[in-house]
C-alpha cells in the first residue's frame, strides 16, 4: 500500500509527471503522443507560403486554432476546399498534418482517401460505404484525434461520402470515443467555375483581390456542388443538413502568384538570385481569359517543369 501511494505522489508532481509521460511516449504508439499541434507555425507556413489566398489563410488558421482551443468541441471540424487546379488545396491539406503531428503527414492517424485509388467502380457503391464506415469508426476509436482527408471529391462516385454523416454530427460519442475531435478536409475542383467568376467580375470592376468575402462565395459554392451530378456531393445529406463548417473557396493565381511561387522553389534549389528564371515563367504560363490573360489557367502546377526547362 505505501509503494502504491509513492507511486501517486510520483505522479501528481508535475515534473515527474512530465518524466513519466517523456518516456511513456517514447515506448507508446498513443495518438496523444503524436498529436503536437503548433498553431503559430501553422498561421506562419499559411501565410509564407500560400500565395494569393487570403480567404483560405484566415479560415484555415482560424477556425484550426478555435477548434483545438476547445476541449470539448461541439462537432468535427469540417472543411471543403474548393479550387481550380494548382491553386494550392493539396498544398494546405498537407500543411495541416505537418504542424499537428510530431511525425507530419505520415503519421498513422492522419488518413488519406483518393477515389481513383479507394473508390474506382461506382458498380460498389454499397461495399466502399460499408468500408468506409468500418475503417472511420475503427480509426475514431484508437484515436479521437485523427485526420481524414477526401482527395478528388470530383471524381467520388456519389453517395459513397454520405456515409460519414453520423461522425459529422453533435451527438455522436461511440464506444466511448469523442467523435467530435476529428478533422475533415474534402477536396475538390468542383465549384471552381463560381469562384472564378467572381474572382473575374471583380478583377475587371477594379477593385482589390482582398475585396471578395468568404460570403461572397460560400453559399454558391455549396449549391454548385450539391447539384453536381458528376461530384462525389451530388445532392448529400452532408450538405443538406449543413455538417460542413465551411466551404474554403481557393482563387485563380495571377501572374505575379506564380512568379512567387517560381521563386520560393528557385530558393528552395538554392537559386534565389535567378530572376531571369521567375520572369520566363511567369511569362510562359497560360493565362485566362486569352486576351487579358488574368488568371494562370494551371495555377502554380506546372511551375515547378518550366524551371527546370529554363535553369
Known amino acids: 500500500m505505501l509503494a502504491v501511494l509513492s507511486v501517486f505522489l510520483l505522479y501528481i508532481f508535475s515534473p ?17 503522443c503524436d498529436f503536437k499541434p503548433n498553431i503559430r507555425d501553422l498561421e506562419w507556413d499559411l ?3 500560400v500565395f494569393g489566398q487570403h480567404l483560405v489563410q484566415d479560415v484555415v488558421s482560424e477556425e484550426v486554432a478555435k477548434f483545438l482551443q476547445n476541449k470539448s468541441p ?7 476546399f474548393h479550387g481550380s487546379s494548382g491553386t494550392g488545396k493539396t498544398l494546405v491539406s498537407s500543411m495541416l498534418g505537418n504542424h499537428l503531428y510530431g511525425s507530419a503527414m505520415s503519421s498513422p492517424f492522419v ?6 485509388l479507394h473508390f474506382p467502380s461506382p458498380k460498389r457503391v454499397n461495399r466502399y460505404r460499408k468500408e468506409l464506415q468500418s475503417w472511420v469508426q475503427g480509426n475514431l476509436t484508437e484515436c479521437a484525434r485523427s485526420v481524414f482527408i477526401f482527395d478528388e471529391m470530383e471524381k467520388m462516385p456519389p453517395g459513397i461520402i454520405d456515409v460519414l454523416e ?9 464506444f466511448r470515443t469523442n467523435y467530435r475531435k476529428a478533422i475533415y478536409i474534402f477536396i475538390s475542383t468542383t465549384g471552381e467555375g463560381v469562384i472564378n467568376k467572381v474572382a473575374l467580375e471583380n478583377r475587371q ?6 475585396e471578395i468575402k468568404l460570403a461572397d462565395l460560400e453559399d454558391a459554392i455549396a449549391q454548385a456542388v450539391y447539384n453536381d451530378s458528376t461530384s462525389g456531393f451530388f445532392e448529400s445529406s452532408i450538405i443538406k443538413q449543413k455538417l460542413i463548417t465551411h466551404f474554403v473557396p481557393f482563387l485563380p493565381l495571377t501572374r505575379s502568384h506564380v ?4 521563386r520560393s522553389q528557385l530558393c528552395q534549389r538554392g537559386s534565389c538570385g535567378r530572376s531571369d528564371v521567375v520572369e520566363a515563367v511567369g511569362r510562359n504560363v497560360l493565362y485566362s481569359p486569352v486576351q487579358e490573360r488574368y488568371f ?10 518550366k524551371i527546370n526547362f529554363f535553369l
Open 259 to 262: 512568379e512567387r511561387c517560381a
Open 16 to 32: 515527474v509527471c512530465c518524466v513519466f509521460q517523456k518516456l511513456y511516449c517514447t515506448i507508446s504508439d498513443s495518438c496523444d
Open 166 to 174: 453520423p461522425f459529422l454530427g453533435s451527438s455522436h460519442v461511440v
Open 47 to 49: 501565410y509564407k507560403n
Open 296 to 305: 494562370s489557367t494551371t495555377g502554380c502546377k506546372a511551375v515547378s517543369a
Open 74 to 80: 461541439e462537432k468535427p471540424l469540417v472543411l471543403s
Open 205 to 210: 470592376a477594379g477593385r482589390e483581390r482582398d
Open 111 to 116: 488518413h488519406q482517401f483518393v477515389p481513383t
